[in-house]
């Protein structure tokens, strides 16, 4: 099977104390960006996903060249041919395949990243969540996070 997917899941809840609290979890380079109107009516994006690019850090990077693969301009490269532009997916079993050592070892995992935010958090200074956005990288390569929350 060739191929893969990202994914990116959130979800607004009350907390505990009884205020919202948005939980996110994702895979690869879909992101989730909080629309926030600030006091004094001006629109924002702050983004509360962490986009998986190989050379995010020093972590990542390790792992990659572990695995037998490389970080190349931002990308796992296999072999002199292939190259994928993230260090985290669903699928991509090419990326996947070293017998030598464990399955979440590998060059690319299907590992999440979760951050749970209050809505009075510090991403907010002060403004109201209006909504969240959720998108793959076809949207975020080319807009930035307050164009799409605009």
């Not at 989730?32 to 998986?52: C, E, L, M, T």
């Not at 990077?61 to 669903?90: C, Q, T």
């Not at 395949?97 to 002060?126: H, M, S, W, Y």
């Amino acid at each position: 099977i060739k191929g893969g997917s990202t994914g990116c899941i959130v979800e607004v809840r009350r907390g505990e104390g009884g205020g919202k609290v948005v939980e996110c979890s994702n895979v690869g380079d879909s992101r989730a960006v909080a629309v926030v109107v600030s006091p004094d009516g001006k629109v924002s994006g702050r983004q509360i996903s962490v986009d998986h690019k190989p050379d995010m850090d020093e972590e990542e990077i390790k792992r990659i060249e572990d695995a037998g693969m490389k970080v190349e301009k931002g990308r796992v490269v296999k072999g002199n041919s292939e190259s994928l532009g993230l260090s985290r997916a669903f699928g991509d079993y090419d990326y996947k395949d070293n017998e030598k050592i464990p399955f979440e070892d590998q060059a690319v995992v299907a590992r999440p990243t979760c951050v749970t935010l209050g809505l009075d958090d510090e991403i907010l200074e002060g403004g109201n969540v209006w909504g969240v956005v959720v998108g793959c990288d076809g949207i975020w390569d080319v807009l930035g996070n307050d164009e799409v929350a605009g």
